[in-house]
């Protein structure tokens, strides 16, 4: 047993308690390798902002959960290098499907877990988490749980179809569970393909696809019942119209990618949105790099010489969503 406070981190309750005050909303950024560590830890490290380490089910897989451990714990000692002397990292597990899963994260040195039992039936789904909540409390390990199903595909978390979180449910859900926070689906989507050109119209100047706006309606009525209750959304990410040039100008196709406008969630951010969980973005800005370096570079096969250039892409990413999207700059100096 390994508790995440031996390592520096820290659990997410005091952050999300300050942001719904604050009216901005953490982000929840995706890692699996070590370059999108250091560009996520640089860019939270030069705005002093709070941040949450994701790690799904792939990720550990890909990467190896022991080694995503040690990584997260050397995060913290690299954003001290850098200058931030209170690091405010958060290590979660992302879409954790099973009580053995979340169990193991806790044991492990993480400071959340989300158990993710929303396409169970609701009955399960209480119960399932409710177990997680039970032993992660014991450690003071925060838990984020979902009630209604996103549409996409994240790793092994897929639908085809999503159904709203029912704003009735959210009150009996949160009492019986105790969980800390609550995942909800009001029409983000997993991956780089949130919307079918069928359910967007098209700018008749630019060609681009036009996404439907997110339900504001369904999140209004979630906080009505549930005041102040922290409030997180999946699947949040812009789809850079930028990156997806590059990737298409440098040899990839991504015909027709399409995500959540950035102001949206500059809206849902000032609300009782407390978290922002942002992966596909940065996937894409990591690619787009990649890409113009072979294309213009085709000598080239020093890992460094691409990865480096993606690195600095994504760092410049990271920014630009805690400033201009999430408002968190400047929360955790
Ligand atoms: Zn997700």
């Known amino acids: ?59 550990r897989n890909y990467a190896n959960q022991t080694l995503l451990r040690y990584m997260a714990q050397g995060a913290v000692e690299y954003a001290k290098e850098l200058g931030w002397e209170k690091p405010q990292i958060v290590l979660h597990l992302d879409h954790g499907d099973s009580f053995e899963l979340c169990k193991s994260c806790v044991d492990f040195g993480f400071s959340s877990v989300m158990i993710d039992a929303s396409s169970l039936p609701y009955e399960e789904n209480i119960a399932l988490t409710k177990k997680v909540v039970d032993y992660a409390h014991q450690y003071d390990v925060t838990v984020e749980a979902e009630l209604g199903v996103l549409a996409g595909v994240e790793d092994e978390v897929s639908s085809a179809v999503s159904h709203y979180t029912k704003p009735e449910e959210v009150v009996d859900f949160a009492t019986r569970t105790g969980c800390d926070s609550l995942a909800i689906s009001i029409g983000t989507s997993h991956g780089a393909y949130k919307f079918t050109p069928e359910q967007c119209t098209r700018d ?61 969630l500059r809206k849902a951010a000032k609300s009782a ?30 890992p460094r010489k691409y990865c480096g250039p993606a690195r600095d892409l994504m760092t410049e990413l990271y920014k630009h969503k805690i400033i201009n999207v999430l408002g968190s700059d400047g929360k955790a100096e």
């Not at 942001?19 to 999108?36: S, T």
């Not at 370096?293 to 085709?298: D, G, L, N, S």
């Open 1 to 59: 047993m390994v508790s995440y406070k031996e390592l520096g981190l820290v659990n997410t309750r005091e952050m999300f308690a300050k942001a719904i005050k604050g009216g901005y909303a953490i982000p929840a950024f995706n890692f699996n390798n070590m370059e999108q560590l250091q560009a996520i830890i640089k860019a939270a490290a030069e705005t002093k902002s709070p941040v949450i380490l994701q790690v799904s089910k792939g990720a």
């Open 204 to 264: 008749p100047k630019t060609g681009r696809l036009v996404p439907p706006p997110l339900a504001f309606d369904v999140l209004d009525a979630v906080m009505e019942q549930l005041p102040g209750f922290p409030i997180v959304l999946h699947g949040s990410s812009s789809v850079p119209q930028e990156y997806v040039d590059m990737i298409n100008q440098y040899g990839g196709k991504l015909p027709d990618a399409v995500g959540i406008p950035e102001e949206q």
């Open 273 to 302: 949105v407390c978290k922002i969980n942002i992966d596909s973005d940065s996937r894409l800005a990591f690619t787009a790099a990649v890409r113009k370096v072979f294309a213009e570079k085709p000598a080239e096969f020093d």
